[in-house]
């Protein structure tokens, strides 16, 4: 089995065409569909369905693919750790980052990103879902509150705190919560897992159960509904830090914290050696958010 046979694999499977994952190291259609039947002969199984138009795993090959991926990723980190102290940052790097966050405060870091490391080429999986790093074969992950698969590598990059916010005009017309206990006085827009407000203020604790016109499981639903004054909601300031600056929100319960707050981490892959194009975008996002970050201050 070789090694550029399995690189051959995993790009044909993340491209969706054998054609474009041949064009990408060099290969004509005719050696890469050679190269591909000669893995498949090695292993002895059929890794993917081809047609003149159509190229799709077979469950032999999906079930291959996680293996190949962490197997081509563990030699790349091998390769790098034994120059890793001179190593210039270089390759792709495959990085998933949670929607909203990733748009507002990662995506604008790019261009610097790939100006300081030119040798470096991103591909960024944007969603709120939380993928599998080691299956899916990314170097790194940015994840809002505790990251849930504890043998992840994680790196603190800022807190990330919530606050209550209302419009002005709503706070003209129904006025401003004194304690947690008002918020249940007042309309809200919630997600429906976050209808629940937990608060902390030294050594003080109060529970509300807010209720309001507006529910829905997209957070920027419920950004939307409270700038349009339908409401009070709880929010991240990296979210609507832009809008308290602006004058288009306004914080509440100023003296009160939100009880699960959690922070933003970066995570890896377990192991000790953390590739230079890991590292060097890791420390670029801690840079740039700081002890505090920039949407707080």
């Not at 059929?46 to 159509?54: G, I």
């Not at 994840?143 to 209550?164: F, H, M, Q």
């Not at 909601?233 to 288009?248: E, M, P, Q």
């Amino acid at each position: 089995m070789k090694i550029d046979d399995l690189q051959l694999f995993v790009l044909a499977a993340r491209h969706g065409s054998l054609t474009a994952a041949g064009k990408e190291i060099g290969l004509s259609p005719a050696a890469s569909s050679a190269r591909l039947t000669a893995l498949e002969r090695d292993l002895g199984a059929s890794l993917m369905a081809r047609t003149t138009r159509s190229l799709s795993l077979t469950a032999d090959g999906s079930a291959f693919l996680a293996h190949a991926e962490r197997a081509l990723r563990e030699l790349e980190n091998g390769r790098a750790a034994l120059t890793a102290s001179s190593a210039t940052p270089r390759g792709v790097l495959r990085a998933t980052v949670p929607g909203p966050f990733g748009r507002k405060h990662i995506l604008p870091l790019v261009p610097e990103f790939r100006a300081l490391h030119p040798e470096v080429r991103l591909d960024l999986h944007v969603s709120d879902d939380v993928v599998n790093l080691i299956d899916e074969g990314y170097d790194l992950g940015v994840r809002i509150g505790v990251a849930p698969d504890s043998t992840l590598v994680r790196t603190r990059l800022a807190p990330n705190r919530r606050v209550v916010i209302a419009s002005p005009d709503f706070v003209e017309k129904h006025g401003k919560p004194n304690r947690p206990e008002d918020c249940a006085r007042l309309e809200a827009a919630y997600q429906p897992n976050l209808r629940n407000w937990h608060f902390t203020r030294g050594d003080e604790a109060a529970s509300v159960r807010v209720s309001g016109p507006i529910r829905s499981n997209d957070g920027g639903v419920v950004h939307a509904a409270v700038l349009a004054g339908l409401g009070i909601g709880i929010k991240s300031i990296w979210d609507v830090g832009a809008d308290l600056k602006a004058g288009r929100l306004v914080r509440l319960l100023e003296d009160w914290s939100f009880g699960s707050d959690g922070e933003i981490y970066a995570v890896r892959p377990p192991g000790s050696f953390t590739p230079p194009k890991t590292r060097a975008f890791i420390d670029l996002l801690k840079a740039k958010f700081g002890p505090t970050p920039y949407w707080e201050v």
